[in-house]
């Protein structure tokens, strides 16, 4: 396994940086696209692992895509759906969008036959919520090993009913993935998810991107407890541009980088205004004594004193709450990050698995079920860390671009590297070039 030590900034000045596709809005989109019946072309695409998972797999059902500009634009040819070919066998990897939109959509075919499996991560992820409920709604499963997981394999022929249910407590995008496929079926679908949902901005981004798919732009989403109703007339049939936002999570990590290396960074097309919930992460900044400002260019973040602590509840922002940890041993003082009980079911236990890399870093560690409570101690991780540690990602791509920040810190006020992440290039999963981008920062010619 590959490790790769990161080199601490020497000096603090004005960063500036540009960010990536988001992946949740291009995953959704190729989805959304391929409903239309028209040509809709998608600009500012993510350029990821993921994104690469879920084109492949519509090209492999016949959905038209080509590329332009290094794949940053992708030209859809929409299919109203209707995939050309009945019966295949399909990867989704490690990607949660991929696994849930996907199964939704191949839920709606007729007398089709598909065989679809995950990598050994994704098989311990939540399938068995999504499944049950196109089951109750005429679509068949067979599982390979535990039931409601992958691998397994689905016998379809469209989907019935003008009321769903759906137990969306411990994923949103299984929302998400029906939500999308209800203008297929329907006019007029009501979803019901008692208990709620975690990470509900993401709900709210699918909800705005169907209207900006549908007919007319006429598609009418209203939300009340635990239920959605939404009324449409279905995809275009008109071709158009679709312009994917920068991702707001990807920009956590470089708006958080001033309390590493002093400064500010400049993120290039980030705002509030975002489709994106995670672009909520600047509150938090701001709490712990960050100076967040909007700029014509995007959002400024410095740092004019060290970061406090405080309490924050992360149920809406969940994907950024590693991001904040991994620094944790740079604040002054104590740290409980709630609402991320949800996430021990991601890419890997993400709680369980940050608790145990700062405990390496020398941290005082509490950990619930649903929290990590963090008593930073800046001389401790001097201590633990010797001339040189190693954190561990998992697998996960978050904690490898999270660590990377606090490895910026000049912890010994030498400039030498005392920091490594291992399996740095998980990275591939939404930000392949993560590393060149920071190196860049480093040397002053990132942009």
């Given at each position: 396994?590959?490790?790769?030590?990161?080199?601490?900034?020497?000096?603090?000045?004005?960063?500036?940086v540009?960010?990536?596709?988001?992946?949740?809005?291009?995953?959704?989109?190729?989805?959304?696209?391929?409903?239309?019946?028209?040509?809709?072309?998608?600009?500012?695409?993510?350029?990821?692992?993921?994104?690469?998972?879920?084109?492949?797999?519509?090209?492999?059902?016949?959905?038209?895509?080509?590329?332009?500009?290094?794949?940053?634009?992708?030209?859809?040819?929409?299919c109203e759906?209707?995939?050309?070919?009945?019966?295949?066998s399909?990867?989704?990897?490690?990607?949660?969008?991929?696994?849930?939109?996907?199964?939704?959509?191949?839920?709606?075919?007729?007398e089709?036959?598909?065989?679809?499996?995950?990598?050994?991560?994704?098989?311990?992820?939540?399938?068995?919520?999504?499944?049950?409920?196109?089951?109750?709604?005429?679509?068949?499963?067979?599982?390979?090993?535990?039931?409601?997981?992958?691998?397994?394999?689905?016998?379809?022929?469209?989907?019935?009913?003008?009321?769903?249910?759906?137990?969306?407590?411990?994923?949103s995008?299984?929302?998400?993935?029906?939500?999308?496929?209800?203008?297929?079926?329907?006019?007029?679908?009501?979803?019901?998810?008692?208990?709620?949902?975690?990470?509900?901005?993401?709900?709210?981004?699918?909800?705005?991107m169907?209207?900006?798919?549908?007919?007319?732009?006429?598609?009418?989403?209203?939300?009340?407890?635990?239920?959605?109703?939404?009324?449409?007339?279905?995809?275009?049939?008109?071709?158009?541009?679709?312009?994917?936002?920068?991702?707001?999570?990807?920009?956590?990590?470089f708006?958080?980088?001033?309390?590493?290396?002093?400064?500010?960074?400049?993120?290039?097309?980030?705002?509030?205004?975002?489709?994106?919930?995670?672009?909520?992460?600047?509150?938090?900044?701001?709490?712990?004594?960050?100076?967040?400002?909007?700029?014509?260019?995007?959002?400024?973040?410095?740092?004019?004193?060290?970061?406090?602590?405080?309490?924050?509840?992360?149920?809406?922002?969940?994907d950024?709450?590693?991001?904040?940890?991994?620094?944790?041993?740079?604040?002054?003082?104590?740290?409980?990050?709630?609402?991320?009980?949800h996430?021990?079911?991601?890419?890997?236990?993400?709680?369980?698995?940050?608790?145990?890399?700062?405990?390496?870093?020398?941290?005082?560690?509490?950990?619930?079920?649903?929290?990590?409570?963090?008593?930073?101690?800046?001389?401790?991780?001097?201590?633990?860390?010797?001339?040189?540690?190693?954190?561990?990602?998992?697998?996960?791509?978050?904690?490898?671009m999270?660590?990377?920040?606090?490895?910026?810190?000049?912890?010994?006020?030498?400039?030498?590297?005392?920091?490594?992440?291992?399996?740095?290039?998980?990275?591939?999963?939404?930000?392949?070039?993560?590393?060149?981008?920071?190196?860049?920062?480093?040397?002053?010619?990132?942009?």
């Amino acid at each position: 396994m590959s490790h790769l030590e990161i080199v601490p900034f020497k000096k603090s000045h004005t960063f500036t940086v540009s960010m990536p596709g988001s992946k949740s809005i291009s995953n959704r989109a190729l989805v959304l696209a391929s409903l239309c019946n028209c040509e809709v072309k998608l600009k500012g695409v993510l350029v990821s692992e993921d994104v690469e998972l879920m084109k492949e797999a519509l090209i492999s059902m016949g959905v038209q895509i080509n590329e332009e500009k290094n794949g940053k634009t992708l030209l859809v040819r929409g299919c109203e759906g209707k995939l050309p070919f009945k019966e295949q066998s399909l990867k989704v990897g490690n990607a949660g969008t991929v696994a849930r939109f996907l199964t939704a959509l191949l839920a709606t075919q007729k007398e089709g036959v598909f065989h679809l499996d995950g990598s050994s991560a994704m098989r311990l992820r939540p399938m068995n919520e999504l499944t049950k409920s196109l089951e109750t709604m005429g679509c068949k499963f067979s599982f390979s090993a535990k039931p409601g997981c992958f691998p397994f394999t689905m016998h379809t022929n469209g989907l019935q009913g003008k009321v769903w249910s759906i137990d969306a407590t411990k994923s949103s995008q299984v929302l998400s993935a029906l939500l999308m496929i209800a203008p297929l079926i329907n006019r007029g679908t009501c979803i019901r998810y008692e208990g709620g949902t975690v990470s509900e901005p993401f709900v709210g981004i699918t909800t705005k991107m169907i209207n900006s798919f549908s007919r007319g732009r006429n598609c009418r989403i209203a939300s009340y407890d635990n239920e959605i109703e939404i009324h449409s007339e279905g995809y275009s049939t008109e071709d158009f541009e679709y312009h994917i936002e920068p991702d707001a999570t990807a920009a956590s990590y470089f708006l958080t980088l001033p309390i590493a290396t002093g400064g500010s960074c400049l993120a290039k097309g980030i705002s509030t205004t975002m489709l994106q919930g995670d672009s909520a992460y600047t509150g938090i900044l701001e709490k712990l004594g960050f100076n967040i400002s909007s700029t014509q260019g995007g959002t400024l973040s410095s740092l004019p004193a060290a970061a406090g602590g405080g309490e924050f509840n992360f149920n809406k922002i969940s994907d950024t709450f590693l991001t904040i940890l991994a620094v944790s041993p740079l604040l002054t003082h104590d740290i409980l990050v709630r609402g991320i009980g949800h996430t021990r079911k991601q890419e890997t236990d993400r709680v369980s698995a940050m608790a145990k890399e700062l405990r390496k870093l020398g941290q005082n560690v509490e950990e619930g079920n649903d929290y990590i409570w963090v008593r930073p101690d800046l001389n401790k991780l001097r201590d633990a860390v010797g001339s040189m540690t190693s954190v561990s990602t998992y697998g996960d791509h978050r904690f490898a671009m999270s660590f990377a920040i606090l490895g910026c810190h000049d912890l010994f006020d030498d400039g030498r590297p005392w920091l490594s992440i291992k399996d740095h290039q998980c990275c591939s999963k939404t930000f392949p070039n993560f590393f060149e981008v920071l190196d860049g920062l480093r040397k002053g010619v990132g942009k």
